[in-house]
Each structure stands twice: as C-alpha cells, then as structure tokens.
C-alpha cells in the first residue's frame, strides 16, 4: 500500500470510528515546548550535534488522536525545520495497549532538487511490566528520507519508576532501508519530573554504523540532556 493510500485508509477509519466517539467524548488539547543538546532520531544527530527547541500541540477525542509537532534540524545544507503531522487510534485489547497511526515528516527550506518529505505507518504496543512497562513498534514507509526507497524500523523498549519522580526507560531497535546501510540504534536514559509541568531527560544514544559510512559523526555514540514542558 503506497504513502498516499496509506494516509486514505487511515483518515478514513478514523473518520468513521469518530463519529460515535465524539458523541460522547469532548476533545482535549495538550501542548509541548522544549530544548535539548542534540535532537537525535533513531540513532542519528538531526541537528548536526547542536542543540535542539522543539514544540508541539496535540488533539484527543476517546481512543482517537492527532497533532503536530516541530523542530529546528541542520543537514548541512538550506533546510531549517521539521514538521510533524500525525493521527491515529490508541484501542485496548485486554492488559495490551495499542497505537496505529500515520505520520508526514516535513522539512522547510529544502534545497533545489531535494525531496526529503515522507510518510510513515506505525503499529506500536505495551503491556504492563511489574511497575513498569515494556512495548515494541514497526514502522514503515514505501519510500524513505531524500525518497531512498522502502523502509522498516523496529523497536523493543521498556520503562520502570525508580521512584514517584524518577523513571529509567530505554529501546533497542533496527532501521532496514532498500539500500546497503541496515543498522541497529540503542538509548538508555533517566527521566526525572521537577514537577507537574517540566521535566528533564538525560539519554546516551548509540549506533553500529561504521565510520566509514559516517563521515560527519552524526550516528556517534552521544549524552544528550533535555528540558521538557507538556501542558
């Protein structure tokens, strides 16, 4: 199923399981602002190492969402910012807890000739681990970042309290594109909540990708330390 088809099927079940939701759900909006040292995807700087500010809004109707989401980013080039546009559904099955979505990747400023847009389908799931939790997801996109084909990643990743603050979390997962660079990423990181509104993220992010194919150091095994207000 292409990215177009994809993002049908998707508008379309969730306009149609809506319907009865929003009869009896009232929308709720949520709101995100942050800055990190580095704004590491899957293992891989986006901003060329340097710091990152994010921010975001999302939209909840029952089991159903969708929201927004951007970033500065610097790939060596004219490009300055991603935006994010998602939705999806969150049903339960039992002690499962499920995600199904879509989500565009969209970059302002891109240089002439490049087409770093795409879309990307996600199925994700957790169940509860003792205190904590643990969840795996697929993602997959019939043609990647820079349109370099088809792409699958898939995650394993658990969380667990320290304490009513304090959290540990952590995720192992393997990005297979159509061409030669497969490679496996890993994060470990403590979360710790200063309050009911900000948050701050310490995380060492990692890959196996060989420097060869790394010139710019961008997939280097890195600390990256954030600050983080939802509302």
């Not at 192992?172 to 909540?193: K, R």
């Amino acid at each position: 199923m292409n990215s177009i088809k994809l993002a049908a099927f998707a508008a379309t079940a969730a306009l149609a399981l809506g319907t009865a939701a929003q009869a009896q759900d009232k929308p709720e909006f949520s709101f995100n602002v942050g800055v990190a040292s580095d704004y590491v995807f899957r293992g891989f700087s986006q901003t060329d190492s340097k710091p990152q500010v994010y921010g975001g809004a999302d939209v909840g109707i029952g089991i159903f969402y969708a929201g927004t989401w951007l970033s500065n980013v610097d790939f060596g080039d004219s490009t300055d910012m991603e935006y994010d546009l998602y939705a999806g559904f969150k049903p339960t099955l039992g002690p499962v807890s499920l995600d199904v979505g879509i989500v565009r990747y969209g970059y302002t400023n891109q240089s002439d000739g490049a087409d770093l847009d795409f879309w990307e389908g996600k199925v994700a799931g957790s169940v509860p681990a003792g205190k904590g939790t643990i969840g795996a997801a697929v993602y997959y996109t019939p043609e990647n970042f820079n349109q370099t084909g088809k792409a699958t990643y898939v995650e394993l990743n658990g969380s667990m309290p320290v304490t009513d603050k304090l959290s540990v979390s952590g995720a192992v997962g393997h990005q297979s594109l159509e061409g030669p660079l497969d490679y496996e990423t890993w994060n470990l990181g403590v979360g710790y909540a200063i309050n009911d509104v900000f948050g701050v993220d310490l995380r060492y992010w990692d890959t196996n990708v060989e420097k060869s194919d790394d010139p710019f150091k961008v997939s280097s095994g890195r600390v990256v330390v954030g600050l983080k207000a939802a509302f």
